[in-house]
Every structure is written in structure tokens, then in C-alpha cells.
């Protein structure tokens, strides 16, 4: 297998000091005297990615993600190791980088496509087929400044993807436009897959790397964790993402031993209990069980207690609450637990928050509410897609068909 | 032999089939690459070369009423105000002083305007820096190019005034202005690569260069001739060494001995040189190679400087 991009023991260190001294008399007064403090990010990376694969590069905010791409680009020097790259290549870094607002979209089409290394005759016999991904035929002959940031970005997409790279690298852009317009870009992934291009893309979205990537690493703090398939990569992303996490999926704090109460009744604690406890996180189809510890302080007649699901962008997922599962509703004094049971789980990948209260039964009164106070994690190991898992089963029946010996 | 008809296969449509890949040379990106390979490697951007010359032309008069002109005003402008100075104010007895003026300041020009440019150009374009894979030294090459332009635009002006005033030129000298031009790129380009490295991490270059380039002017033969520092006793033999070693000087005295073609003129019981006596055309060459090999010097250490140094651009921007 010939690799389009090989990265040998690559480190990048910066340089971070507290101010640039770009001026004479700057460096004079603190010269020998710059203070710095060295930031490796990234620390001998070895990765090889072979040509008409496509390779995720995952990792959260100041994993080094951006800064490989940028070396693999050729835009920052890497401080030590090699890398290799087989073939035309281009970067899409920042959609529309090499634009000049001052002139037209024609114009900045031959110069941004000329930035990325193609000549004129290549430009005049993809123009049409530029302008028309992009869908700005009417504008075309209008100066960039006067269009929208959406129209901004299609024209360098439609640019770049159109100039006919062997190794196009891509840096959290594709997830540009309208609907239909991230649909056709995509679709020209798609395409240039089955054409046999290499594409490296590095972005935090497990989503996208599940859809598209044939292979995935992981970065965390410079250093290269995981490489393999997708689904895996994902997952040690998730896990990697988790142990930098500061905040305590399991509890709320136990602020009511040091506040004032005011409130008649309240949650004092909540657990999330895992089918599979030496993980931290579910597989679609396993159990969990939420129990929510309550204290009464006086004796309330009726109350019901609620329970709201949301997905990670905040989507309502599923709410409910004990009144409508049917549990009688007070009156509660003193402490006691309630518990929730999900038998079965049927989300796919995700993080889902979870907020909870206490209630009048006609929610008259909201006697405490914890926003969002805990989250579970489900990650699929397997490769179907979607939001949920529905229950299903397939078969699929044979029929004899007489070939001879064609059947072995 | 039969005549068998062999039609070559028919090309493959390119909407339906592409080669998996189609360049099969690996690049090593993680060394730069040296001067040499830099030339070339300008040399098969030139496409991109005249589109960034195009665009620095346009963007700078895009809005401008009078756009283009301004190119050919500014120049006009200094000319007027010098040929004021020195005809009235202090005359300095050149005839047709304007001929004199125009055919130093053209090259002047070129030489200033280019190598102003090009020391912010990598400072002015660093959103591209940061963000786009491309031969950086591109963009100091293209602002020498656009002063190559205005010098063009610039030379109409010269021609006009040349038939307007009916005033001969030197038409056996006038072939050197082509090795004088290119020499003077040269120099303007490796100079300009040069500085738009140092500029990056020491912006003061920009300023400190606008004063260089101010006592450059009047160290060179523009609006006075050359034979009046050369032949002032007053003035010590090792000034006058340090005053030959300008270069931009042995492109200056080309240009002037082509288009203002005189080389000397008298007033009333004296007689002034402009022009190195007795030079024939070659002997104006021998100079320009000299300056050429030098240039070409300055040229290949900017860019293996730049080299060096690029590789901090998009960290130091």
C-alpha cells in the first residue's frame, strides 16, 4: 500500500511568551531577557495514511488536531520528525482564506484557485463547474465584500474541491451552508472516495468521522492515542474527552448541608447506575437506573417527580414524570428515593444531560429543579447511524434457484 | 505492410474517468526548499504571479476615481516639483532637465516602490500566510512586479515627453536598458525577499527602510549628475569608492546615457560631463554584469534566508 501522507516522530513546539517584541527598540530592552515558556503541541506523531483512504483526525480544542493538519499542509515547519506527501495537494483550512474582498468572485476564483497551485487553462474549463456548485451564478461578477458569509464560504468550497486535488485536507469546514448545500458537499466527498483521493479531515465531530472516515486517530495533548476504525476512534476519543472533564457526572453536590432551607422539599442527591458498572458509559440496549434521594422538611400532600432527557444540543428527548408512570403522588415527609428504571436504553452515540424536580402534581408549584444536573453517555460500537436505536429484526429467505454448479 | 487502421484508443472522457492519481512524485514537507529549487519553483507559480501582480494593481486603485492614473500623477507630481527646484530655485543648468530627471527617476522608482512593497508584503498578506499552502516568496516577487508595471506606465509618460520635446536619443546604448531592467529586478527581488523575512520578526524594517531608501535617493545621480561628485576635488577619494559601490547607480547611468544621450553640455567657459567619458556601450556592460552577479547573490541568500526563516511565519504573524 503506498501512503499518500507519512508522518515520522513529528513534534512541533511553540514558543509562548507573555508578548511578541516585534520592534527594535522592544527586543533590544528585553533582549536575552525573553521569557517563554515552550508548549509541545505535539510530541512524536507517527501516522501513515495511505492513499484513497479517508482518515479522521479527532481530538477536542488544543489537542494538536489542527496543528498536525497544518504541518501535513505545510504551512508550519514541524521542530523535529519528517513528513512525506505523495501527490497534488490541497488544504481547506479556513474557507475563503486566500480571498480578497476587494475583487469580484470571478477574479477571486482564478486567484484563490491559483494559490492552490492550478493554472488558468485548469480554472477556465472548471469555471462553469465552480460557480455553478456554488450556486452564485447571478453574483459571480459582484465584488466578495458585497456577499453573505454563507456565499463567502460556498465559493471557496466550491474552489477548492473543484481543482482536482490528490490529497485534499480539510479542517472542520465541511459542515458549511444550507442543508442541501452540506448535502452536496458530501456527496463530492463521496465522490472523491470513489475516485481514489485521500482525504484527511480533523474535526470534534464523532458524527461525521463515523459517516465518512475509513480510519481514525485520536489526539489528545500532543500525543497520538488511538489509531484505527472509526467506531473505536470514537470511543477513545469519548473516553479521552471524559478524563479531562472536570465535572461530576454522578452527583450533585450536597449544597442543602450548608444552605438555608427555604424549600419545603428537595433533591438531595442522584446516582446514575450502570448496567455494566467498569464503564463509563452504556451500550445501546443496556439498563440504567436513576435514583434521586428527596428530604421533606414539612409534610407535603402532593407532589410528582420529573425527569427530562435532552440530547447534547439541548434537544427534549423524552419527559416525564412519577405522577405519570402511575406512582401515588405524597404525601412525602422526611427522606426517602425515588427510582427511576430504563430497562433499555435505546439511544445510539451521545452524550444526554439529564434535569430533574420536584413538583406539585399539577405543576403549579416547582418545589426544586436541577437543570441539567447529571448525564449518561452512550456510545455504539457498531456502525448503524442515526439518533435511536429502533428495535428491529430482519430476515432474509434464499430461494433455490437451479444454476448448475455456480452455487459452491 | 498492410495498411491495418490503428485508431489509438479513444481517450477516456474526463467527466468519467480520472487515473486514481495522477502526480506520483513525493514531496517532503517537512524540509524546505533550497534557493534553487525556490527559482523554479517561482517560475511554475507564474501564474499566480501575474494574478497576485493583477490584484495588487487593482486593489490599490479599486475605488479610486482616477484609478491607474495615480500611477503616472505621483510620478508627474515629483517631477514638476524637481524640475522647479532645479531649474529656477537651484538651477543646476542641466538641459532639458525633465529628460535627465524622468530617465533616472523611472528606474528609481521601480527600485523604491518595489522594494517598499515587497518588505510589508508577507506582514500585509498574513491571513494567507497562516492559512494557505503556497511559495511564499511569491508575494515580495509580485509587488517588485507590480512596480515593473508603473515603470511601463511610467516609460509611456518618458516616450511622450521624448516625441513631444523631439529630443534624440542614443539608439546604439539603448539595448542595454533590457540587461539594466532585468539586473535591476533582480536586485529589487532579492533585496525585497530579504527584508520581508526580517520584517516578520522586527517590523521596524518597514520604517528603517523608508529612511534608507530617502538617503539612497540623493546618493544616487537623479536629479544631479553623476560627474559632479566623481569630478569634485573637494570630495575624499574613499567617499567617491563607497559612492561607486551603490548598484543601483550602474543601472541609473545606463538608462541615462540611452534616453537623455547627452554627455556633456557647456555654459558660458565650462564645460560639464554627465555621463563616465568615453564609455562605449560595453564598457556600461561590464558594469551591469557586475551588478547582475551580485544581485543574483543578494537574490539566492535572501531566499535561502527566507527559507530559514518561513518556517515561523504563520507563528510570529
Redesign the interface.
Known amino acids: 500500500m503506498v501512503n499518500a501522507v507519512s508522518v515520522r516522530g513529528?513534534s512541533k513546539m511553540?514558543?509562548l511568551s507573555s508578548e511578541?517584541h516585534?520592534?527594535?527598540?522592544e527586543?533590544v530592552v528585553h533582549f536575552g531577557r525573553s521569557t517563554y515558556t515552550e508548549f509541545w503541541a505535539l510530541q512524536e506523531i507517527d501516522l501513515e495514511i495511505a492513499?484513497?483512504t479517508t482518515v479522521g483526525l479527532l481530538g477536542h480544542n488544543g489537542s494538536g488536531k489542527s496543528t498536525l493538519l497544518?504541518?501535513?499542509?505545510?504551512?508550519?515547519?514541524?521542530t523535529s520528525?519528517?513528513?512525506?506527501?505523495?501527490?497534488?495537494?490541497a488544504?481547506l483550512?479556513?474557507l475563503g482564506?486566500?480571498m480578497?474582498p476587494?475583487?469580484t468572485g470571478r477574479?477571486n476564483v482564478?486567484?484563490n484557485g491559483?494559490?492552490?497551485?492550478f493554472?488558468?487553462k485548469d480554472l477556465d474549463s472548471r469555471f462553469d463547474d465552480i460557480v455553478g456548485f456554488a450556486e452564485l451564478e447571478q453574483f459571480i461578477d459582484n465584488q466578495v465584500k458585497y456577499y453573505s458569509s454563507g456565499m463567502y464560504v460556498r465559493l471557496g468550497f466550491a474552489v477548492a474541491v473543484n481543482v482536482d486535488p490528490?490529497v485534499l485536507l480539510v479542517d472542520e469546514v465541511l459542515a458549511v451552508g444550507d442543508e442541501a448545500f452540506q448535502r452536496k458537499c458530501l456527496d463530492r466527498v463521496k465522490q472523491f472516495q470513489n475516485?481514489?483521493?485521500t482525504i484527511v479531515v480533523v474535526t470534534h465531530a464523532a458524527d461525521l468521522v463515523r459517516k465518512v472516515c475509513d480510519g481514525a486517530a485520536v489526539l489528545d495533548h500532543g500525543n497520538l492515542v488511538f489509531k484505527g476504525s472509526p467506531g473505536e476512534a470514537v470511543r477513545s476519543f469519548r473516553d479521552h474527552l471524559l478524563l479531562n472533564d472536570t465535572y461530576d457526572d454522578e452527583e450533585v453536590e450536597p449544597q442543602h448541608k450548608i444552605t438555608v432551607n427555604t424549600k419545603p422539599i428537595e433533591i438531595s442527591y442522584v446516582t446514575l447506575e450502570r448496567e455494566n458498572v467498569d464503564r463509563t458509559y452504556l451500550v445501546p440496549g443496556e439498563s440504567l437506573v436513576v435514583r434521586v434521594g428527596y428530604e421533606a422538611f414539612e409534610e407535603i400532600p402532593d407532589a410528582t417527580f420529573g425527569l427530562v432527557v435532552y440530547d447534547t444540543e439541548g434537544n427534549l428527548i423524552y419527559s416525564t414524570s412519577s405522577a405519570l408512570l402511575g406512582s401515588p403522588t405524597g404525601p412525602f415527609f422526611g427522606t426517602g428515593e425515588v427510582t427511576f428504571t430504563f430497562d433499555d436504553i435505546p439511544l445510539l452515540d451521545g452524550n444526554y444531560p439529564i434535569s430533574l424536580g420536584i413538583s406539585s402534581t399539577d405543576w403549579g408549584v416547582v418545589y426544586d429543579w436541577r437543570e441539567q444536573c447529571c448525564q449518561f453517555e452512550v456510545v455504539n460500537p457498531t456502525s448503524t447511524q442515526g439518533l435511536v436505536a429502533l428495535p428491529l429484526r430482519v430476515e432474509i429467505q434464499t430461494h433455490a434457484v437451479d444454476k448448475g454448479t455456480a452455487v459452491g | 505492410m498492410s495498411a491495418v487502421e490503428t485508431d489509438p484508443p479513444d481517450p477516456p472522457d474526463a467527466d468519467e474517468w480520472r487515473p486514481p492519481v495522477r502526480d506520483d512524485d513525493e514531496y517532503v514537507v517537512s524540509v524546505p526548499p533550497g534557493p534553487f529549487a525556490r527559482l523554479a519553483r517561482l517560475w511554475r507559480y507564474r501564474e499566480l504571479l501575474v494574478g497576485l501582480v493583477r490584484t495588487e494593481l487593482k486593489v490599490k486603485y479599486k475605488n479610486s476615481v482616477l484609478g491607474f492614473m495615480w500611477s503616472l500623477l505621483n510620478p508627474a507630481l515629483y517631477l514638476v516639483v524637481f524640475w522647479v527646484v532645479f531649474t529656477y530655485f537651484l538651477p543646476n543648468g542641466i538641459p532639458q532637465f525633465a529628460i535627465f530627471l524622468m530617465s533616472g527617476l523611472l528606474v528609481w522608482n521601480l527600485f523604491s516602490l518595489g522594494l517598499g512593497n515587497a518588505t510589508g508584503s508577507i506582514v500585509a498578506n498574513s491571513g494567507i500566510i497562516k492559512k494557505v499552502s503556497f511559495p511564499r516568496e511569491i508575494l515580495p516577487v509580485a509587488s517588485v512586479g507590480a512596480g515593473l508595471v508603473h515603470f511601463f506606465l511610467q516609460g509611456i509618460v518618458l516616450l511622450g515627453a521624448l516625441v513631444l520635446f523631439q529630443h534624440p536619443v542614443a539608439w546604439n546604448y539603448m539595448w542595454l536598458i533590457i540587461p539594466a531592467l532585468l539586473t535591476l529586478l533582480v536586485l529589487a527581488a532579492g533585496f525585497g525577499i530579504f527584508l520581508t523575512a526580517v520584517n516578520v520578526y522586527l517590523r521596524d524594517t518597514q520604517h528603517f527602510l523608508e529612511l534608507l531608501l530617502l538617503a539612497w535617493f540623493w546618493m544616487t545621480p537623479i536629479v544631479y549628475t553623476y560627474r559632479t561628485v566623481v569630478d569634485n576635488p573637494k570630495i575624499p577619494h574613499f567617499f567617491k569608492i563607497l559612492y561607486k559601490m551603490n548598484p543601483i547607480l550602474w543601472i541609473v547611468l545606463p538608462f541615462q546615457r540611452a534616453i537623455y544621450n547627452r554627455t556633456y553640455f557647456d555654459t558660458p567657459g565650462l564645460r560639464h560631463w554627465v555621463t563616465p567619458a568615453p564609455a562605449s556601450p560595453w564598457w556600461y556592460l561590464a558594469r551591469i554584469a557586475v551588478v547582475f552577479v551580485v544581485g543574483f547573490a543578494i537574490l539566492i541568500g535572501g531566499l535561502s534566508f527566507f527559507g530559514r526563516v518561513e518556517g515561523n511565519f504563520a507563528e510570529e504573524l
Open positions: 513529528v511553540f514558543r511578541k516585534t520592534s527594535l527598540k527586543k492513499q484513497g497544518k504541518c501535513i499542509a505545510g504551512i508550519l515547519q514541524p520528525g519528517e513528513i512525506r506527501t505523495r501527490g497534488r495537494m488544504a483550512l479556513e482564506a486566500g480578497n476587494e475583487l477574479e482564478y486567484l491559483s494559490i492552490l497551485g493554472s488558468k490528490d475516485e481514489g483521493r
